[in-house]
């Protein structure tokens, strides 16, 4: 009986580690870094602290600028400094994309001629930054950044993230980042 309950809890105790385990070996694709990191003109975690709607005639949205505190600079800014973008009001009409207190890590897009960005390949460039420093990923983040080079979804394939790969390690995409420099 005792031998039952030992492998009983070891069952228990590894059903606990191996998913957080897996979450920091997820095996991230060279391409999908660069792809992301590439054409990106900012890269950083932070913090939402403001959101606010600029109006245009009509007193519709024009854009949208939001306010982030920067925890983790990668490049184009600094860490601690508050850094203020501007995105397309359209790109809202689905819903807020943040909210205030959110803390996350970004890929955007370099400023255009009218000073709006946008995430690096949409929502890809997007990542919620969660406690001890673990990105959380769509199940479409994770398929991708899992994914071999060169493969493709067969028509019809849906996103499924491979079981207990829900997140990674920060520090690890920042340092796959700093290497395809």
């Known amino acids: 009986m005792a031998r039952f309950r030992l492998w009983l809890t070891s069952c228990a105790l590894l059903m606990l580690v191996v998913p957080v385990l897996r979450a920091q070996s997820l095996p991230l694709s060279d391409a999908v870094v ?19 709607r600029d109006a245009a005639e009509g ?3 024009a854009s949208i600028r939001i306010a982030f505190r920067v925890n983790g600079a990668v490049r184009g800014c600094y860490a601690g400094e508050t850094i203020e973008i501007a995105e397309w009001a359209e790109l809202w ?4 994309r943040y909210r205030v ?3 996350l890590f970004l890929f955007l897009y370099s ?3 009218a000073g ?3 995430p690096v390949a949409g929502d890809l460039g997007v990542f919620m930054l969660a406690s001890q420093g673990l990105l959380r990923l769509t199940a479409q983040q994770s398929a991708i950044l899992s994914s071999q ?3 493709r979804p067969t028509p019809g394939e849906s996103f499924q993230a491979p079981a207990g790969l829900r997140s990674i390690a920060a520090s690890k995409l920042v340092q796959r980042i700093r290497e395809a420099q």
Request: aromatic residues 2%; proline residues 8%.
């Open 34 to 52: 660069e792809k992301l990191s590439r054409p990106a003109g900012t890269i950083f975690s932070g913090t939402v602290v403001e959101i606010k």
């Open 101 to 103: 207190g959110q803390n």
């Open 149 to 151: 080079p060169g493969r």
């Open 116 to 118: 709006l960005t946008s």
């Open 59 to 61: 007193g519709k949205p």
């Open 93 to 96: 009409a689905r819903g807020d």
């Open 111 to 113: 400023r255009n001629a």
